[in-house]
């Protein structure tokens, strides 16, 4: 079974400042996608960024981007000119390709933005 | 083209009531998940829907839950008998094809009294 970590519960960073989280997961599989949803308090699941494991560049969307180390397993998103709005839960997902394909997260990091 | 829309926003119950949840996916998606959340938690996977037909319900208990996707109208996602450890949110997600990235709705959360 595909499981996804996150490891860090919770992360701060300064307004303007750049802040990286963390992710790592687990496969036997070649072909897969991995996504990076927001949660605000709204509880409204927001999609950040999706990579696609036979894609070696990684996903860039304005200031949001991966770091996608396939053999490593891991698959980071680096938030840059962190904004207020962007305080949230942070949620790392897997997606399988085959059949039955499911979405399996990972149990979250909280942003906090400083002013 | 609405999002997925999800009601109610919140629901109370007792224990040992039953609970309907509604899910209407988003316009041309004949794919719909079902996610549980409990506090401090990641989405759990409950069950995977195509019209009329329940593909994978792996994550859904074996006893008190259904869910269903019939030809016209929402999913219902229905609990009975709740008890307390039922209380979380429950999330609706549609795609129109398999594989493809799941758009979300707000959630319903659930309280058992």
């Known amino acids: 079974a595909q499981t996804v970590t996150q490891s860090q519960p919770e992360m701060s960073v300064q307004e303007a400042e750049t802040v990286t989280l963390s992710c790592t997961y687990d496969t036997s599989e070649s072909d897969y996608y991995l996504f990076w949803y927001k949660q605000p308090p709204s509880r409204q699941m927001i999609l950040v960024i999706r990579?696609?494991?036979?894609?070696?560049q990684n996903a860039t969307e304005n200031r949001f981007s991966v770091n996608f180390q396939k053999a490593a397993k891991s698959f980071s998103l680096k938030i840059s000119d962190s904004q207020l709005g962007d305080a949230a839960m942070y949620f790392c997902a897997y997606l399988n390709t085959g059949a039955n394909s499911k979405l399996t997260f990972g149990k979250g990091i909280t942003l906090s933005v400083r002013p | 083209n609405a999002g997925v829309m999800q009601n109610p926003r919140h629901l109370v119950r007792r224990r040992g009531q039953e609970a309907r949840l509604r899910c209407s996916p988003m316009k041309g998606h004949s794919h719909v998940y079902w996610y549980r959340q409990l506090p401090e938690e990641g989405l759990k996977f409950m069950v995977y829907l195509q019209k009329e037909n329940i593909i994978d319900e792996s994550g859904m208990p074996k006893e008190r839950f259904s869910a269903e996707f019939p030809k016209e109208g929402p999913s219902i996602l229905r609990i009975q008998q709740v008890v307390r450890g039922d209380s979380a949110a429950y999330f609706c997600?549609?795609?129109?094809?398999?594989?493809?990235?799941?758009?979300f709705g707000s959630g319903t959360q659930l309280s058992v009294l």
């Open positions: 997600a549609s795609s129109p094809f398999q594989n493809e990235k799941l758009f």
């Open positions: 990579q696609e494991a036979y894609k070696q």
